[in-house]
């Protein structure tokens, strides 16, 4: 993020410069055009002329806030400029009413499965933007336990694991030689008392539970113990969920060919993407908006990712947007904040 803290320790902007920058950011937003002084002078009421204008876009290009592209009269904003942009908006913004019965609507009527409702969160998220949604659930290894169980099922047991928030983890392996009913009902009663500790806690817990069991009981709990090892390990416990993706394609227009195309095959490659959200969630405790070059990748996309953390118990979860550089982050980032903000209250119902 070299490029992104260079950009930022630029001069701050007079308040002239700063509403031309506004009003060329907007208008290009809406229209997809590049921009002229003539245009701002008509329709941003800054009470100035054209002439005024022009060269004050002149001083903005010359600053990198705002280019210059082919042969056009007009301009079109920068990386540095959507920065400068998107730093001086309001803290909070403000969801259309439109906006806010939708995501109201959504969560009055979410399941208690936080998988599906983050499906459905990153879905709700394309709708109220027309950018493609993603999310990172919280941790596995930081999920309550609320079932843990042993099912006989004749010369094979079933270790049956059931998180908080609807995750389900199961693991089939042959009876352990020497394993009678008294046993399998032992082994599945001490499973009891790890309801309520975490994937991680229980997992140490079954550890020290067989350590100090029998034969027959020590199998059996290394087997539920290997189960919670494996649904916490690697790539299983760190996945990505993504919606409306479709949406991209519409921004064909806004996007050139090549950079969408990398942005797709990103988006296939789980891994790499959720490398691109650690890199972009470690640099900020609230709502995060990252802007073309300020990082490498969205820099080879020309796209735009705002994200934000979303609370689950004493774990954190990631939910955005992706799309172009001309987005209309003012509307965005009040999307994201607000849904990450009821996953966080619903999280936080589920928890009591």
């Given at each position: 993020?070299?490029?992104?803290?260079?950009?930022?320790?630029?001069?701050?902007?007079?308040?002239?410069?700063?509403?031309?920058?506004?009003?060329?950011?907007?208008?290009?937003?809406?229209?997809?055009?590049?921009?002229?002084?003539?245009?701002?002078?008509?329709?941003?009421?800054?009470?100035?002329?054209?002439?005024?204008?022009?060269?004050?876009?002149?001083?903005?290009?010359?600053?990198?806030?705002?280019?210059?592209?082919?042969?056009?009269?007009?301009?079109?904003?920068?990386?540095?400029?959507?920065?400068?942009?998107?730093?001086?908006?309001?803290?909070?913004?403000?969801?259309?009413?439109?906006?806010?019965?939708?995501?109201?609507?959504?969560?009055?009527?979410?399941?208690?499965?936080?998988?599906?409702?983050?499906?459905?969160?990153?879905?709700?998220?394309?709708?109220?933007?027309?950018?493609?949604g993603l999310a990172?659930?919280?941790?596995?290894?930081?999920?309550?336990?609320?079932?843990?169980?042993?099912?006989?099922?004749?010369?094979?047991?079933?270790?049956?694991?059931?998180?908080?928030?609807?995750?389900?983890?199961?693991?089939?392996?042959?009876?352990?030689?020497?394993?009678?009913?008294?046993?399998?009902?032992?082994?599945?009663?001490?499973?009891?008392?790890?309801?309520?500790?975490?994937?991680?806690?229980?997992?140490?817990?079954?550890?020290?539970?067989?350590?100090e069991g029998g034969?027959?009981?020590?199998?059996?709990?290394?087997?539920?113990?290997?189960?919670?090892?494996?649904?916490?390990?690697?790539?299983?416990?760190?996945?990505?969920?993504?919606?409306?993706?479709?949406?991209?394609?519409?921004?064909?227009?806004?996007?050139?060919?090549?950079?969408?195309?990398?942005?797709?095959?990103?988006?296939?490659?789980?891994?790499?993407?959720?490398?691109?959200?650690?890199?972009?969630?470690?640099?900020?405790?609230?709502?995060?908006?990252?802007?073309?070059?300020?990082?490498?990748?969205?820099?080879?996309?020309?796209?735009?990712?705002?994200?934000?953390?979303?609370?689950?118990?004493?774990?954190?979860?990631?939910?955005?947007?992706?799309?172009?550089?001309?987005?209309?982050?003012?509307?965005?980032?009040?999307?994201?904040?607000?849904?990450?903000?009821?996953?966080?209250?619903?999280?936080?119902?589920?928890?009591a």
């Amino acid at each position: 993020m070299i490029e992104a803290m260079a950009d930022r320790d630029r001069p701050e902007l007079g308040p002239r410069k700063s509403a031309v920058l506004r009003a060329v950011v907007e208008q290009y937003v809406r229209s997809g055009e590049p921009v002229s002084s003539e245009s701002i002078a008509e329709h941003a009421g800054l009470g100035v002329s054209s002439a005024t204008i022009r060269n004050e876009m002149a001083a903005l290009e010359e600053l990198n806030y705002l280019t210059h592209p082919h042969t056009s009269a007009g301009r079109i904003p920068t990386d540095t400029g959507y920065r400068h942009y998107v730093d001086s908006l309001p803290a909070g913004g403000r969801l259309r009413e439109a906006q806010r019965r939708l995501i109201a609507g959504y969560f009055a009527e979410a399941i208690v499965d936080l998988e599906e409702v983050l499906t459905g969160s990153v879905q709700l998220l394309s709708r109220l933007t027309q950018y493609a949604g993603l999310a990172v659930p919280p941790s596995a290894g930081e999920e309550p336990i609320v079932r843990i169980e042993l099912i006989d099922m004749g010369p094979t047991l079933m270790i049956l694991v059931v998180g908080q928030h609807g995750r389900v983890d199961k693991q089939v392996i042959d009876k352990p030689e020497g394993v009678d009913a008294p046993a399998l009902r032992d082994a599945d009663r001490r499973l009891k008392v790890l309801r309520g500790l975490s994937y991680l806690d229980a997992q140490a817990r079954l550890l020290q539970l067989a350590a100090e069991g029998g034969d027959g009981q020590r199998d059996l709990l290394l087997y539920a113990a290997e189960t919670l090892r494996i649904a916490t390990q690697g790539e299983r416990s760190a996945h990505m969920v993504v919606g409306g993706v479709s949406n991209l394609a519409g921004e064909a227009q806004q996007m050139r060919r090549d950079t969408l195309r990398r942005l797709f095959e990103t988006l296939e490659r789980e891994k790499e993407m959720l490398s691109v959200l650690a890199d972009i969630g470690a640099s900020s405790a609230d709502l995060n908006v990252t802007i073309g070059a300020e990082h490498p990748s969205t820099g080879e996309w020309e796209a735009s990712l705002i994200t934000a953390p979303f609370r689950s118990g004493d774990t954190i979860g990631t939910i955005g947007v992706v799309g172009p550089t001309r987005m209309d982050y003012l509307s965005a980032m009040a999307s994201v904040r607000a849904v990450a903000d009821r996953l966080s209250e619903l999280s936080s119902e589920l928890d009591a």
